[in-house]
């Protein structure tokens, strides 16, 4: 039982370090940027916003990308305490740290959420990690904060190559139980 369990653990392992390794990622492969915190007790009420509200939004993007703004976003979520928003997103623009880093999410409708820290994608290629922000209103002052974080999408690859590999673990140990 004891060599089993150790060679499920190892196999685990060895699957999470394969998915994490990038090996079997595309050329271009999707990053999910999403972010959440709060608004501010002054912020204003808008279709994204109420004063004192959590928020949250998810996107993709490929890592590079070819123009800024960009419109290449796929799987646009974004809610206020949980409940989803439906303001669709027209476009995204990523700032360099001259001009406060970041981006800015433009709205159909025409309202602008602004988020401020680190410089995560003005050379057309997004930066890996998570990210303390400020955010604000059509560029106005900071009304609220939060993390942003921008992390690779799994290739469908991988997810095959671990469930290969897990199969292959759990039938090797069946073969030692019943040998």
């Known amino acids: 039982m004891k060599n089993t369990l150790q060679l499920l653990a190892s196999s685990a392992f060895l699957a999470a370090g394969l998915m994490g390794s990038g090996v079997t990622y595309a050329s271009n492969p999707l990053e999910v940027v999403s972010g959440s915190g709060s608004w501010d007790q002054t912020t204003a009420t808008t279709t994204e916003s109420i004063a004192g509200d959590k928020w949250s939004f998810s996107f993709d993007l490929s890592r590079t990308f070819s123009v800024n703004p960009t419109t290449a976003f796929s799987n646009f979520s974004y809610s206020l ?82 469930a290969a590999g897990l199969g292959l673990m759990g039938f090797i140990a069946s073969r030692k139980k019943s040998a």
């Open 81 to 162: 305490n949980g409940v989803s928003v439906n303001s669709p997103l027209s476009s995204v623009t990523f700032f360099d740290t001259n001009s406060q880093g970041m981006f800015d999410l433009s709205f159909k409708n025409g309202d602008v959420v602004s988020f401020y820290g680190a410089d995560v994608g003005s050379t057309l290629t997004l930066r890996e990690g998570v990210f303390e922000a400020t955010s604000a209103l059509s560029q106005g002052t900071s009304t609220g904060n939060g993390m942003i974080t921008i992390s690779p999408v799994p290739e469908p690859s991988e997810y095959a190559l671990m």
